[in-house]
Structure formats: structure tokens, C-alpha cells
């Protein structure tokens, strides 16, 4: 039964005009990715290398401007332990993405083709993955597993002091070469 009240008739035609006799999208989220901001202890290994002889430990930290994003920044502070030399690396976080499954990838980048990539799935607070160092001249690729804790921070940003590159340290290549030698 309609209204006889001029009012309600006209509020209804308008409510049903806007409508535009379709119905109407949902409103959809923005993807929510997970919660990375902080600081990361890092500890990791080198595929043929004895634990004892190798490895690498240091920390990083995640800056995550928002979960709506899936790009991320940061700063890495890595050393690499061989054969009784210390190797340090102190880089930005480059092409740094997370899924909303929780994938996350980062490269420590030194010139247009020296990286080191980390790829790896967060579960909870912790990281564990793989290691990729590929260095322009050297042979072949280095590669390893790691795993990582936040150790700190949270909320959009981790903070990292990092200092500036110090050319007197080894180069990644050259971390590359040493490590292949025999």
C-alpha cells in the first residue's frame, strides 16, 4: 500500500531511481597484508659450506608504510663469517614486496649487477627462507637458507641505524670469489 503522505512517495522514487534499478558492488577491502614493521636478527647458512667454516648473522629492519601495500623498505646490516674473516654489508632493502600470504622478498643491491636476494615466508614474527648472491664477474651463484626474528619495533616503521657504505669492505663480488675459492 502506498502513502498518501507526499513526502515518503517522493523519498521512495528517489531511493529507487538511485538504485538505478541494478544492484549494487560491495564495497571491497583493500588487501591487508601482513604486519612486517621492526627489527630482525638474522642468522644463516651457505649451501656446501660447514656451518663452522661459514655462515652469516646481522640484523635488518623493516619500515612498512601500510599494510595496504605490498612494498616495504629497510636497511641491512649482514656479516659474513669465513674461515675466521668477518665480511660486512650495510645496504638499503631494495625491491622489497609481502603477499597477503605472507611471502616476503627483499634485495641487498650493490650497483646494477651484484644482489643479494631473500626470499622467504613469515610466520608469526619470524622469517625463514632462502639466499641468492649473484655478483657480475664472478662464477655461478652462492646460495643458503636463513631465518630471522623481529627482535623489535612494530607499528609502521623499524629503525636501523645505518652508516654509509664503506668501499674499503669487500664488494659482494669479492665475498663471491673468496668463497669459491678453494
Request: hydrophobic fraction near 40%; charge should be negative.
Amino acid at each position: 500500500m502506498l502513502s498518501t503522505r507526499p513526502g515518503i512517495g517522493l523519498a521512495l522514487a528517489v531511493a529507487l531511481g538511485a538504485c538505478g534499478g541494478e544492484a549494487a558492488e560491495p564495497n571491497l577491502p583493500d588487501p591487508i597484508y601482513p604486519a612486517l614493521a621492526g627489527n630482525y636478527q638474522i642468522l644463516g647458512d651457505f649451501d656446501g659450506i660447514p656451518d663452522n667454516i661459514g655462515w652469516l648473522d646481522g640484523t635488518f629492519s623493516i619500515q612498512q608504510p601500510s599494510r595496504a601495500q605490498e612494498t616495504f623498505g629497510g636497511n641491512a646490516h649482514i656479516t659474513v663469517h669465513l674461515d675466521g674473516e668477518l665480511f660486512e654489508f650495510v645496504y638499503p632493502l631494495s625491491s622489497a614486496t609481502v603477499t597477503t600470504g605472507g611471502a616476503v622478498t627483499f634485495v641487498m643491491r650493490e650497483g646494477p649487477s651484484n644482489a643479494w636476494t631473500f626470499v622467504s615466508q613469515l610466520s608469526g614474527t619470524s622469517l625463514a627462507g632462502n639466499h641468492t648472491l649473484i655478483a657480475s664477474g664472478a662464477i655461478g651463484a652462492l646460495t643458503g637458507s636463513f631465518s630471522a626474528s623481529r627482535t623489535g619495533g612494530s607499528g609502521s616503521a623499524g629503525s636501523l641505524a645505518v652508516a654509509p657504505v664503506d668501499r674499503t669492505s669487500p664488494t659482494l663480488a669479492a665475498l663471491l670469489e673468496r668463497m669459491r675459492a678453494p
